[in-house]
């Protein structure tokens, strides 16, 4: 079954396995043509990620445990259920997300027609019929392809009001050997063009991975990327909370795009997207059987099933 199964995959065209070879916002970022690092970082190439991906609300539940600010908010499964998390939650704003391992929600498009994976509603009615056109039906984005993605639960939260809104990620860079926390100004817009139309807007910290973070390090961050002085301290506690966070659990990448300052006055990471190192499977049991395989390649969990590592690569190889 092995042999079947190895054969068969490297005999079939993966030219739709694009988003298992994609390379992180972070990681283009770093290594982009713009020269972050100067000359020490050389161009990227397309690469695999031996990385886990959660749904959004999965990595916010884990920076919730972490003590990190984020929107309130509770998952649904039904359409009836997303009436009652919006009754639950009480905001009257709302912010209904699709659950799918995919980029480019907001500008995709639901079988049936509706167009965007976010959606603000105002009221837990109008919550539950847009829930209705999202769950059980695929959403297509550029990232997806034709393939699409099935939406089987969306994430209901309260909508909050930013004043500003900055970038922040942590990730490993091979040229360092080890973590780098990236920063903007510019947060809630594709931080991969910010990069290469200013790459001075862009801050970068490297990290000793033998002594960890320091509080110095993270203000210095913070204040680079233009937090008010009232808010920098509460910004760097969250940079270093993130960062503990990207430690315990063997993450690859921490990406919060937006962390804000919103109208109350407080730091608040909207948005979570976290990949993990397989390699730390055995180690990290909680965050692995969070896995959706509804979002992985069918012949993945098959790989997985028999207790093979596979990586895929791009075009078509015989095996011989």
Request: include cysteine; proline fraction near 3%; aromatic fraction near 6%.
């Amino acid at each position: 079954m092995a042999t079947s199964l190895i054969c068969s995959r490297l005999t079939a065209s993966l030219r739709n396995s694009g988003a298992r070879n994609t390379i992180s916002s972070a990681s283009k970022v770093l290594g982009g043509s713009s020269g972050l690092f100067g000359g020490h970082v050389s161009q990227p190439q397309q690469q695999q990620q031996r990385n886990l991906s959660l749904h959004e609300y999965m990595s916010i539940g884990l920076l919730k445990e972490a003590g990190i600010s984020v929107p309130a908010g509770l998952v649904a499964s039904s359409s009836e259920e997303a009436y009652a998390v919006a009754k639950q939650i009480g905001s009257k704003d709302l912010v209904v997300k699709a659950q799918v391992l995919a980029g480019g929600r907001g500008k995709g498009t639901f079988e049936g027609g509706l167009k965007g994976g976010v959606r603000i509603v105002y009221s837990p009615e109008e919550a539950r019929d847009i829930s209705s056109q999202m769950i059980g039906r695929k959403l297509y984005t550029k990232q997806t392809g034709e393939a699409g993605r099935i939406c089987n639960q969306v994430f209901i939260c309260e909508r909050r009001y930013p004043r500003r809104e900055y970038y922040f990620a942590i990730t490993m860079e091979r040229s360092y050997q080890g973590p780098v926390l990236i920063g903007s100004s510019q947060g809630g817009v594709n931080i991969e063009d910010v990069a290469a139309e200013n790459p001075d807007a862009i801050v970068k910290e490297p990290i000793d991975i033998v002594e960890g973070i320091k509080m110095e390090q993270a203000i210095k961050v913070a204040q680079k990327m233009g937090f008010p002085p009232a808010l920098v301290n509460e910004a760097a506690e969250n940079m270093v909370k993130l960062y503990n966070l990207f430690i315990k659990y063997d993450a690859s990448m921490v990406e919060i795009n937006p962390m804000v300052e919103d109208s109350s006055g407080i730091v608040m990471c909207m948005d979570a997207k976290i990949n993990f190192d397989s390699n730390a499977a055995y180690r990290q049991k909680k965050v692995f059987d969070m896995q959706d395989w509804t979002q992985e390649d069918p012949r993945d969990r098959q790989a997985a099933k028999a207790d093979l590592n596979y990586i895929g690569l791009d075009g078509t190889i015989g095996c011989l």
